[in-house]
């Protein structure tokens, strides 16, 4: 009995000084069913779930209204961390009201909700949970990935994203961090954001949160592109100084610019869009493959390759059309090597390990995040248009993006014009090389 009261007499002074989980809103997370599939099996359901990124939901005082966060951390309730995780409670989310809808196996995102004042912008990010307090885990070496995807009210400047990131499958669950992944916390990609908390605990420092990160989907009605972003780290890393990259992006312990492989950037410039080999007014399914250099699991990651299906029909990857860079469809060491020579910059995808790297990342496990957003900085240029924005992509190669005009995708005209922007994903299968997609 002595022990016992001990024992209870630590947890209830460790959860004083714990960021709460707060009490004004049920967190309920939306059932997203996904599929594990084998060659010789099919595919079996996974009672799988979605959640809202920590930093997207309010945070305020444990038994008050005052928040915790507001264009940064307060710094009265949140001196270090300790002090705010006793101070500081991590809301529930209503998903509908963040624009997050689910409907069986699909997923829709707005970009904006309509409230009472008027088109707000919502812009919502979320991971998919294997259960109510982890995250589910995809170790994809010699494996493939496939959803469907409508990208049909994604206009010029938006982007519809599903990528892999190297958080942890707890979401840095602590004695400071109870809510862990169950409120969505723990988020890092290879840009190195600087979120007011890290796993869920005060970002005090003001560090960034780099992790390998592998985008398979970036995209909108007009141009895609997908993207591995090797890191020379392991998991989250709090960087500091010239290591996050903000006044060098070449200095930082991640690869920002990644190897992109964009149709339209490499000579394709009507494969991807409406009424085109892959049209972009229907849905489609998109399929990507990691090639090991053993044809198994215990190899190293050598080639990401995909493949899309539409109307029943296996559509394969836009070949490449670009002098310099030998005839292909798929991203290898030796294609980020040449797309480096030809379209000029700093080979950081090498310098931080390329395909071994990103390989190493997605053999330990990587959480499956979900997003849509607009680029009030840049207008998505990087992506949909011409950039430098004053290039000429006919004398320098690489610069066309795609084929948006230069006043096209800027944010304030998104929500003015489009403001039923959304992006669905849906039948989200992992498995065998094989064995989540077919032809009719």
Avoid at 113 to 140: C, E, H, Q, W
Avoid at 220 to 242: D, E, I, M, Q, W
Avoid at 261 to 288: C, E, H, M, W
Wanted: aromatic share 8%.
């Amino acid at each position: 009995m002595a022990h016992r009261i001990i024992f209870w007499s630590a947890a209830l002074a460790a959860s004083a000084l714990a960021q709460q989980m707060g009490k004004n809103t049920d967190e309920v997370h939306p059932l997203l069913p996904t599929w594990e599939c084998t060659v010789k099996g099919g595919c079996v359901q996974k009672n799988t779930s979605v959640v809202l990124d920590s930093d997207y939901r309010w945070t305020h005082t444990v038994n008050g209204y005052d928040n915790c966060k507001d264009n940064g951390l307060n710094k009265t309730l949140c001196p270090d961390a300790k002090t705010c995780a006793a101070n500081c409670a991590l809301e529930g989310a209503d998903y509908a009201s963040y624009g997050i809808l689910t409907n069986g196996t699909e997923l829709t995102l707005n970009l904006f909700v309509n409230k009472t004042t008027g088109i707000s912008m919502s812009s919502p990010r979320v991971y998919l949970l294997a259960n109510g307090s982890t995250y589910d885990m995809f170790s994809m070496l010699n494996r493939e990935f496939t959803f469907d995807v409508d990208v049909s009210k994604l206009p010029c400047g938006s982007n519809g994203a599903l990528y892999f990131s190297e958080m942890s499958a707890t979401g840095g669950r602590s004695d400071l961090n109870p809510a862990g992944a169950t409120y969505g916390t723990g988020y890092c990609d290879a840009q190195c954001p600087t979120p007011p908390f890290i796993n869920g605990e005060a970002n005090i420092e003001k560090n960034g949160a780099c992790c390998n990160e592998m985008d398979l989907w970036e995209a909108n009605s007009a141009a895609t592109a997908f993207t591995p972003h090797p890191c020379n780290v392991t998991g989250l890393y709090k960087c500091s100084g010239a290591l996050c990259g903000n006044a060098d992006k070449y200095s930082s312990v991640c690869d920002k610019d990644g190897c992109d492989y964009n149709a339209y950037r490499l000579g394709q410039l009507s494969y991807y869009q409406p009424n085109a080999t892959i049209d972009t007014s229907r849905k489609f399914t998109v399929v990507t493959q990691f090639l090991t250099t053993t044809g198994n699991e215990t190899g190293e990651l050598r080639e990401i390759r995909r493949v899309y299906v539409q109307d029943g029909k296996v559509i394969e990857n836009a070949q490449i059309q670009v002098q310099g860079i030998d005839r292909g469809n798929s991203i290898t060491d030796e294609y980020c090597l040449q797309q480096k020579k030809v379209f000029g910059g700093v080979n950081a995808f090498r310098n931080q390990g390329g395909m071994k790297v990103m390989g190493e990342a997605l053999r330990r496990g990587m959480v499956l995040a979900m997003s849509v957003w607009d680029d009030a900085g840049g207008s998505m240029k990087w992506l949909d248009s011409i950039t430098p924005e004053h290039a000429d992509p006919s004398k320098e190669p690489g610069t066309g993006r795609g084929p948006c005009k230069a006043d096209e995708g800027k944010a304030e005209d998104i929500q003015a014009k489009f403001p039923w922007t959304s992006v669905k994903f849906s039948n989200i299968k992992s498995g065998e090389i094989g064995s989540t997609f077919k032809a009719k």
